[in-house]
């Protein structure tokens, strides 16, 4: 597929190092972050800076990479002292499903996880990952295989959550087939009909006793049964 530039957003004085489409549809907005910290909004359809980033402070961006905003606030709070002050190399990357965001440490080459939303100062130590050995350069999580991926220097390091964890996640809901008592009523085209489970085809099946026999269905039977007689004695009337 042929990749043309149909614009160029300008507006930051610095590097860009972290840009985020709004998860909508359409995708029409766009959230950049530069190495001062300054956050920028663009109208993707329109090529033009939004007046504020406030426009678009109720927009999904998710997963959230950006390190700057008001979901992130508390990531911030014990590691950048000065605004003015040039913002710490910091990759984030949201984990769905978990409520919680990745964020590589300043200090150390280490992984934390805080809570998400994060717009204070958690009240517990957020849990650290430890493992590279040089500043992590980007982090994804990959939500198929629950795994977070960050990379270092020339190494990926991998971290994955215990299945006891996110039993939530992999209880699946049970078919609407398996009733209490095997079988359930759907509403057909054709009218109401009914449904056995998986389940219950391993259970001896139930025959219902034959109904009895009324005085005009055994009048019905009888004539079924002498169709051959009566057909044989109109012949020979016919011969004769």
Same mark, same amino acid.
């Given at each position: 597929? @042929? ?10 004085? +610095? @590097?860009?190092?972290?840009?985020? $489409? ?11 972050? &530069?190495?001062? #910290?300054?956050?920028?909004?663009? *109208? ?13 402070? *109720?927009?999904? $961006?998710?997963? /959230?990479? @950006?390190?700057?905003? /008001?979901?992130?606030?508390?990531? /911030? ?7 003015? !002050? ?20 300043? *200090?150390?080459? +280490?992984?934390?996880? $805080? ?15 430890? #493992?590279?050995?040089?500043?992590? +350069? +980007?982090?994804?999580? =990959? ?9 270092? *220097? ?6 994955? /959550?215990?299945?006891?964890?996110? #039993? =939530? ?12 008592? #095997? ?29 009895? !026999? ?5 009048? &019905?039977? @009888? !004539? ?17």
């Amino acid at each position: 597929e @042929a990749v043309e530039k149909v614009a160029t957003l300008r507006g930051h004085s +610095a @590097a860009v190092i972290d840009v985020s $489409f709004a998860d909508t549809l359409p995708c029409c907005y766009l959230l950049s972050v &530069d190495a001062t #910290g300054q956050s920028l909004a663009f *109208d993707v359809p329109m090529a033009r800076r939004m007046p504020s980033v406030g426009l678009v402070r *109720d927009l999904p $961006f998710s997963p /959230w990479t @950006a390190p700057i905003g /008001w979901p992130v606030l508390g990531c /911030w709070s014990s590691q950048r002292s000065a605004e003015s !002050a040039p913002l710490p190399l910091r990759r984030f990357s949201e984990i769905p499903g978990r409520n919680m965001i990745a964020v590589s440490n300043v *200090d150390a080459p +280490a992984v934390e996880l $805080f809570p998400f939303p994060c717009p204070s100062v958690p009240e517990q130590c957020p849990p650290c990952l430890r #493992g590279p050995a040089m500043p992590v +350069a +980007a982090l994804l999580y =990959h939500e198929y295989s629950d795994c977070l991926l960050a990379a270092s *220097d020339t190494v990926l390091f991998a971290w994955s /959550w215990e299945r006891s964890e996110v #039993g =939530h996640a992999l209880v699946t809901e049970p078919s609407p087939l398996r009733s209490v008592r #095997g079988s359930v009523l759907l509403e057909t085209p054709e009218g109401t009909k009914r449904a056995m489970s998986v389940g219950s085809l391993s259970s001896p099946t139930f025959t219902p006793p034959p109904r009895s !026999a009324t005085p005009s269905r055994r009048r &019905d039977r @009888a !004539a079924k049964e002498n169709v051959g007689l009566v057909v044989q004695q109109n012949a020979k009337l016919a011969e004769v």
